[in-house]
């Protein structure tokens, strides 16, 4: 450590200085931070527990293989969520470059940095919103208890990311499902067909027909537990970026006004900076247990 | 080194040196560790893909990003957060307390593994009926 000779002899506990050497302010966050790792961790272990408790889990590879603009078919796994963490990266190392800059009262270096920054957290954001989205809305088949197929969305109370059914579980199970789920299912097929159908005015047997002929891909449910981990957790994290974004916002006003020029010294962007460093070193855990393993 | 004038109860400011070469050393770092999981993921996705995945390979693999992961955090909070420049009782305050979760992964882990054992072993099996035999009435004992 380079401060060695500044340390030497130094009596830090016998009080009139700060034992950590740092500022009250600092010190705080850290812990504020400290606490928030034990909340993340209990999530996340909790996630851990259920997950290890059920003999089936949903496959990352399989929930998260889509990317915006590339199709109803494509498979793509850990495309998106690498995009999302390279964002990320690369935001916490403008924010550690204004850091670097409040160092050195640079006003106009802080201020670039920290716009950077805050671009970077927003299109995190829109890439969240954007999978959230499509998990919410998503076309993907299953069985339902009842037997019968249906279009599931993943949501905090259902998902159809169980066991991939066998084709002839399907075609025993079309035979069973009612009209409106056929249409339905029929609906999401026809722009993988080509041709538009008109499935509105085709009868139960027209739709069995022609939902055989394209086929159909279908699943059991997954296990309950999946969507709510799932929202909860990186929706938690989300708001924390949010927030994050809303303190470097505030943050890059105040360099512009020039109150910390006035106070000398760009101690308020350290303390910002060590929040946002922390909410990506959340997201390495969180894609850790829900994207890579 | 700057002109801090921040608070008082500060006995010296950390050097900051005057290039970013460091920061964008970890940069570096940080990305090939993120692609080095990004590979592992992939090999793991396609070990599942086959007909008969090798599951301790898949185990292993999914170990080695777990490593990888604590290596990035690690650079994040000793060179992003400047950890690794503050003073021993700075670290030492924050580090000693997370060892909490040594204890709280294991634990935990483990009651969800021993839960499904537990559900595999008595999943199906009819709940035991404690069947007790009416008691046998005493002798002059009145009804």
Known sequence: MSTAAVQQGTKWWSGGRSPFNASYGKVMMWYFLMSDAFTFGAFLISYGTIRFSVNNWADPNHVFNAF?????????????????????IASSVTMVLAVHEGHNMNRKGVEKYMIMTIIGG??????QAWEWTHLLTGEHVAMLSDGTLS?????VKSNPWGAALPHEAIAAALQTTPHNQLTEI?????HAGGEAHNVAAMSNAELIKFIESSDLHASNTGPIAFGGYFFGITGFHGFHVFSGVVINLVMLAKTR???FDQRGHYEMIEKAGLYWHFVDLVWVFVFLCFYLI | MSAHASSPEITFHAEHSGTTKRIWKTFWLLSALTILELGLGLLIYNIHKGDNPNHTLVLAFKGMVCILTLAKAYYIVSVF?????????????????????????????????????????????????EKVEPAAKEKGAKD
């Open chain 1, 68 to 88: 915006p603009f590339t199709g109803h078919d494509a498979n793509l796994p850990l495309a998106f969520v690498s995009l999302m963490t390279f964002i990320l």
């Open chain 1, 122 to 127: 927003l299109a995190f954001l829109s890439c």
């Open chain 1, 151 to 155: 279009v599931l969305p993943t949501t």
């Open chain 1, 186 to 190: 029929a609906g999401t097929l026809h």
């Open chain 1, 257 to 259: 006004m020039g109150h």
């Open chain 2, 81 to 129: 957060m400047h950890l690794g420049d503050e003073i021993r009782n700075l670290i030492m305050t924050i580090v000693v307390p997370l060892c909490l979760f040594i204890w709280f992964i294991a634990a935990f882990l483990w009651d969800g593994n021993s839960w499904k054992t537990l559900r595999n072993r008595y999943n199906g099996m009819p709940a035991p009926v």
